[in-house]
C-alpha cells in the first residue's frame, strides 16, 4: 500500500435503469468492495444502450482514474452492446476467447447446448482476460484497468469475489461517526473550522429527522488514524463548547 490515492469510476450501462423500471444496487456493492480494496470510487455514470454513449463515457472516466468498471449489457440479447462499445473505446477488434466459450459449452450443455445468442457471452475486445462467473456460466471481463460485468447484483458481487486482493490500492480510507442534535446551518463553521485545521480529514454531514427528534450525523473520514483522531476530538470540543451534545458512533 501506498499514501497515493487510488480512485475508480462506474459505467451503469442499461435503459431500464434510466426508465426506473429497474432499480440500480450495484454502485452500493461495488462502492462499498473499493473500500476495502482501498481503492475510492470517484464518480458513477449512468448511460442507456447506446455504442457512442458508451465509449464516451469509457474514454472519458478510465483517462483520469485508475480503474474503470461497467455494469450491464455483456449479456446475449441485440442491446448487450458493451463488449463493442468497450473495444471501440480502446481501438481493437472484437474476438471470441476460446475459454469463454469453454465455459459457455460446459456450463449449457445441459440446458438445451449453445446457440449464436449465447455465445455472444464468449465476445471480448481483443487482449482481454476473463473474470470467473461461478453462477450463471458467462464470465466477466477484465481488459487492463477495466472491468466489465454483469447488471445481475448476484453476479457481479460473485465477480467481486474473484478480483478480491488483486487490486493494487493506496491506505484504507478509515472513519469516525458523531451525532448531534445541533442543526447543520448552526454548526456549518465549527464544521469547516475543524476540517479545514486538520489535513487530509474530510467532513460529512448528514442530517436525520425520525422519532420526533432531529440533528445531524458528522462522517470524518481520513487515511491518517491519528489526524483522524485528532479531528474527532476537536470536533466533539468544539460542539460542546457551543452547548451542543454530541454521541460517538452516531445518532
Known amino acids: 500500500m501506498t499514501d497515493r490515492i487510488w480512485t475508480a469510476a462506474l459505467i451503469v450501462i442499461?435503459?431500464?435503469i434510466l426508465s426506473g423500471r429497474t432499480q440500480d444496487k450495484n454502485i452500493a456493492q461495488i462502492a462499498g468492495w473499493l473500500g476495502v480494496q482501498a481503492i475510492r470510487l470517484a464518480e458513477v455514470r449512468?448511460?442507456?444502450?447506446?455504442?457512442?454513449?458508451?465509449?464516451?463515457?469509457?474514454?472519458?472516466?478510465?483517462?483520469?482514474?485508475?480503474y474503470l468498471f461497467t455494469t450491464g449489457g455483456i449479456g446475449p440479447t441485440h442491446d448487450d452492446i458493451t463488449v463493442d462499445a468497450v473495444a471501440a473505446a480502446l481501438g481493437v477488434a472484437v474476438v471470441e476467447h476460446?475459454?469463454?466459450?469453454?465455459?459457455?459449452?460446459?456450463?449449457?450443455?445441459?440446458?438445451g447446448?449453445?446457440?449464436?445468442?449465447?455465445?455472444?457471452?464468449?465476445?471480448?475486445?481483443?487482449g482481454a482476460e476473463l473474470i470467473p462467473n461461478r453462477i450463471s456460466g458467462a464470465p466477466g471481463i477484465r481488459h487492463g484497468n477495466?472491468?466489465?460485468?454483469a447488471g445481475v447484483p448476484g453476479i457481479t458481487a460473485g465477480m467481486l469475489d474473484m478480483l478480491s486482493g488483486t487490486l493494487e490500492g493506496g491506505l484504507p480510507l478509515l472513519s469516525e461517526t458523531i451525532g448531534s442534535p445541533a442543526p447543520e446551518s448552526e454548526v456549518a463553521d465549527i464544521l469547516?473550522?475543524?476540517?479545514?485545521?486538520?489535513?487530509?480529514?474530510?467532513?460529512?454531514?448528514y442530517p436525520f429527522f425520525k422519532e420526533g427528534r432531529s440533528g445531524a450525523n458528522f462522517v470524518i473520514r481520513s487515511t491518517d488514524a491519528a489526524?483522524?483522531?485528532?479531528c474527532r476530538d476537536t470536533l466533539c470540543d468544539a460542539?460542546?463548547?457551543?452547548?451542543?451534545d454530541w454521541t460517538p458512533g452516531g445518532l
Open 14 to 16: 442499461g435503459d431500464e
Open 46 to 66: 449512468v448511460v442507456p444502450d447506446v455504442e457512442e454513449r458508451i465509449v464516451e463515457a469509457v474514454n472519458q472516466l478510465r483517462a483520469r482514474n485508475d
Open 98 to 111: 476460446p475459454e469463454a466459450r469453454a465455459m459457455l459449452e460446459e456450463y449449457y450443455s445441459t440446458r
Open 113 to 126: 447446448g449453445t446457440n449464436p445468442a449465447r455465445l455472444r457471452m464468449a465476445r471480448v475486445p481483443e
Open 146 to 149: 477495466i472491468f466489465l460485468m
Open 192 to 205: 469547516r473550522t475543524v476540517e479545514k485545521a486538520h489535513e487530509g480529514c474530510q467532513i460529512g454531514s
Open 227 to 230: 489526524m483522524l483522531a485528532s
Open 239 to 244: 460542539l460542546g463548547a457551543a452547548g451542543w
